[in-house]
C-alpha cells in the first residue's frame, strides 16, 4: 500500500469535497454518496491515522427475528441486548468491549468513528427507542476479550429505510461481519442484495445459520447465498435449534463448519485479529476505489445539467447582441482606416489631402447653419442606437419564451428552479419595458479600436497596387473633403456595410459614394467588416445584457457546474491514490 500520511490526505480531501447526498438528481447516487462519506469519515480515515490498533471491530447483522441478538448477548456472555422471540427490538446499535478498550488510544480511535454513548453499569441501553445513524451504545465488561469489539446492529429489514440507514453507518465500519440467516431468509432476495452491499469487494464476513436442523441442508444453503453474494465467507457455523436458549437459560452456541476455529476464538485471539485487520483494511480501500469512481462519475453527470444551461443562454444572449450589433455599424471607423492606410502608401495623396479636411468641416458646419436658417430646425430624428436597444429588447423576449419550457421541465434542486424562475419568468418581461439606458455602450472605445486595427490589416492585404490602388487614392482625395466624424453611424438593414444603408448625421458622403469606394476593394469586404463588428460589438452587448438580467442566474449555474466539476476531479484523484 502507499504511504498512509498521503493516501490519508488525499482520502481527506475527497470527502471535504463530497456534497451533502440530497444534492445528487440521482436517488441510487445519492446512496452512493452517503455511503462513501461514512466509509470515509468513520472507517478509512480513523484507521489510517491510528496505525495498526490492536482492536478487531466485529458486527453481527441479519433480518428480522433471526438470532442477532441472542448471538451477541453470547459473544459478549451477558445479556446486554433484548433478545425475544417477537423480533424487532434493536433500532440502534450497541456494543460491548472489554474496559481497556475505553482508555488511551483506542477510545480516541472509537470516538472518531461512532457517536459513542457509555452505558453505565446497572443500566440498560435503550436500544430499542430509534436513533440517528452512527450512534453507538457501548457497554464495557471484563467478560469481553481484550482487542474485540462486538456489535449488535437493527434489522435492516424492519422499518426498512431507517434501520438500514442506522445499520450501514457502522457496517462500513467494521473489520468482520457476522451474518446471521435461518432457513426462512438465507435466499430473500432484499437479505442477499443487503449482504452483497456489506461486504462489497472482499471484506471479511461470517455466516451463522440459526435453528439449524440438518447440517447437509445448512451447507447447502449457505453455499447458495455465498454464491449469490459473490465471494465466499472465511468461516461458516450452525446453531442447532436449542430450547433453553430460547427459554433464556443459556447462551446460544455454534458450532464450526470447514475444521475453522471457534467463533469466540476466531473473534476473541491476536492472531488472528491482525490477519482479519489487513484483509479488511484491503476490502475497504477497494470498496472505497469502487465508490470514489461512482460518484465522480456522479458529479460529472451532475454538473452536465447547469453546464448546458449556461453555456446555451450565453450562447443566446451572443446571437441577440450580435444581431444588435448590426443595426449601428460605425461608418467613420472603416473611413478613418481606409484613409490612414492609403495616406502611408501615398506621400503625394497624403499632402494634397492634409488641407482639404478641416475646409471641409468647416463647409458642412455653416451649410448646416443657412439651412436651418431658411427651413428651420429639422425634426428629431429616431437614432440608430435606438433600433439597437429595440433589437436588444425583442431578443430578449424571444430568450424568455424560449427557456419557459427549461423552467417547466427542471428536476433539480430547488434553488436553481427559483432562479430559473426569477429569470425567465413575467417579471423579466416588465423589466423590458424600461429603457436600457446603454449609454457610451453603443460607442464603445475598445470595440472600435479593434474595428479599426482590423480594417487597416483588411485594407493591407486587399491593395496590390497598380490601376486598383490608384482609384482608391483618387476616391480618397475626394471623399477626403468630407469629415469622417460626420459618418458616425451607418444602420444596415440587410445585405451588409454599405447596401440599404442609410448615412447618419446629414454626412455629404453619399451612400453611393460610400458602395464604390468600399467595392474597389474588393466584393467581401463588406460583409467582413460588418461580421466583424457584430462578433466583436454583439459580445460587448451580450455582456452587458448578462450583467443587467442574468448576473445571478448564471452565477449560480457557474458555481454548480464548475463545483460538480471540482468534485469529480478530487474524487478521481483521490481513487488513483487509493489504487
Same mark, same amino acid.
Given at each position: ?5 498521503? /493516501? ?31 466509509? /470515509? ?350 433589437? /436588444? ?26 432562479? /430559473? ?159
Amino acid at each position: 500500500m502507499k504511504d498512509p500520511r498521503a /493516501l490519508r490526505t488525499a482520502l481527506a480531501s475527497a470527502l471535504d469535497a463530497l456534497p451533502a447526498s440530497e444534492r445528487f438528481p440521482d436517488s441510487a447516487d445519492a446512496d452512493v454518496a452517503r455511503r462513501l462519506a461514512e466509509r /470515509l469519515r468513520r472507517d478509512l480515515l480513523p484507521r489510517l491515522g491510528s496505525g495498526d490498533a490492536p482492536l478487531l471491530l466485529v458486527a453481527i447483522a441479519g433480518p428480522n427475528n433471526v438470532g442477532k441478538s441472542t448471538l451477541f448477548n453470547a459473544l459478549a456472555k451477558a445479556s446486554l441486548s433484548p433478545a425475544r422471540p417477537e423480533g424487532g427490538l434493536t433500532k440502534q446499535c450497541l456494543a460491548a468491549a472489554h474496559a481497556e478498550t475505553w482508555t488511551g488510544a483506542l477510545k480516541d480511535v472509537l470516538t472518531q468513528r461512532y457517536d459513542i454513548v457509555p452505558v453505565a453499569d446497572g443500566t440498560v441501553a435503550p436500544v430499542d427507542e430509534p436513533g440517528p445513524a452512527g450512534r453507538l451504545y457501548l457497554v464495557l465488561s471484563e467478560a469481553v476479550p481484550r482487542g474485540l469489539l462486538v456489535m449488535d446492529t437493527p434489522d435492516f429489514d424492519s422499518v426498512y429505510r431507517d434501520n438500514r440507514e442506522r445499520a450501514e453507518a457502522l457496517l462500513v465500519t467494521v473489520d468482520v461481519l457476522v451474518f446471521v440467516v435461518s432457513r426462512q431468509t438465507y435466499q430473500n432476495a432484499a437479505l442477499v442484495d443487503f449482504l452483497r452491499a456489506a461486504v462489497g469487494h472482499g471484506k471479511p464476513y461470517l455466516l451463522v445459520y440459526n435453528e439449524a436442523t440438518r447440517e447437509d441442508v445448512a451447507r447447502g444453503h449457505l453455499d447458495k447465498l455465498a454464491q449469490d453474494v459473490g465471494h465466499p465467507p472465511i468461516a461458516r457455523y450452525l446453531a442447532p435449534h436449542q430450547p433453553d436458549v430460547e427459554a433464556g437459560l443459556k447462551p446460544l452456541a455454534t458450532e464450526a463448519l470447514d475444521g475453522r476455529p471457534p467463533l469466540a476464538a476466531l473473534l476473541g485471539q491476536a492472531e488472528h485479529a491482525r490477519e482479519l485487520k489487513a484483509r479488511a483494511l484491503e476490502a475497504s480501500l477497494s470498496d472505497a476505489r469502487s465508490e470514489l469512481d461512482a460518484v465522480s462519475r456522479a458529479a460529472t453527470r451532475a454538473a452536465r445539467e447547469p453546464e448546458r444551461l449556461r453555456q446555451r443562454l450565453r450562447h443566446d444572449l451572443q446571437g441577440i447582441g450580435a444581431q444588435a450589433a448590426l443595426k449601428a455599424v460605425p461608418a467613420d471607423v472603416l473611413v478613418d482606416a481606409f484613409r490612414d492606410e492609403l495616406d502611408a502608401r501615398s506621400t503625394f495623396h497624403r499632402f494634397v489631402r492634409l488641407p482639404f479636411r478641416g475646409l471641409a468641416t468647416a463647409l458642412t458646419f455653416v451649410s448646416r447653419k443657412v439651412r436651418d436658417s431658411f427651413t428651420g430646425p429639422r425634426p428629431q430624428e429616431a437614432l440608430p442606437t435606438q433600433a439597437v436597444d429595440e433589437s /436588444l429588447k425583442d431578443g430578449l423576449r424571444r430568450l424568455v419564451d424560449a427557456f419557459a419550457p427549461e423552467v417547466a421541465a427542471w428536476r433539480g434542486d430547488a434553488e436553481t428552479r427559483e432562479k /430559473l424562475a426569477q429569470a425567465f419568468g413575467p417579471a423579466m418581461i416588465g423589466r423590458l419595458d424600461a429603457p436600457l439606458d446603454l449609454g457610451s455602450l453603443h460607442a464603445h472605445a475598445a470595440d472600435r479600436a479593434t474595428l479599426y486595427d482590423f480594417c487597416r490589416q483588411l485594407v493591407g492585404s486587399e491593395l496590390q497596387g497598380g490601376m486598383r490602388e490608384e482609384l482608391l487614392q483618387a476616391l480618397t482625395t475626394l471623399v477626403y473633403s468630407v469629415p469622417s466624424g460626420a459618418a458616425a453611424v451607418v444602420t444596415v438593414a440587410t445585405g451588409g456595410l454599405g447596401h440599404d444603408a442609410v448615412v447618419w448625421a446629414g454626412t455629404l458622403l453619399s451612400t453611393p459614394l460610400l458602395e464604390r469606394f468600399v467595392d474597389l476593394l474588393g466584393a467581401q469586404v463588406r460583409a467582413t467588416v460588418t461580421r466583424k463588428w457584430a462578433d466583436a460589438h454583439g459580445a460587448t452587448l451580450a455582456q452587458a445584457m448578462e450583467t443587467r438580467f442574468f448576473a445571478d442566474l448564471l452565477s449560480h449555474l457557474d458555481a454548480q457546474a464548475e463545483g460538480w466539476l471540482r468534485t469529480a476531479s478530487t474524487l478521481e484523484t483521490a481513487r488513483r491514490a487509493a489504487e
